[in-house]
């Protein structure tokens, strides 16, 4: 089975990455998700929520201030002006 490999970064500090299934997020043109094969991209990151669904373990929410992400090759670069995860999210790999 495919997987996007994500990372997420906020401006001052590393947050996730990991392998996915699924990356949920909002862009100034509305609200969008990326699944393994999505065409590259790059969008402009709204503030809000962003859903992440890993491969293994249950699926969580990152709280961004805004920021950008890029899709390329089943990678996704997540880069916020602030991010902030639960408590109950296991951490992922750097």
Known sequence: ???LQVE???ADHFVWSGAAKLVKGRTS???IGILPGHVPMLAVL???D???VPVSGSRFSVQVDGGF?????DRVV???DN???ADSVPAGTR
């Open 8 to 10: 997420i970064v906020a």
């Open 1 to 3: 089975m495919a997987e």
């Open 46 to 48: 709204a503030a809000g």
């Open 78 to 80: 997540i880069v916020a």
């Open 29 to 31: 043109n509305g609200e």
């Open 83 to 85: 991010a902030v995860m």
């Open 69 to 73: 992400f890029s899709v390329d090759a």
């Open 50 to 52: 962003m859903e992440i």
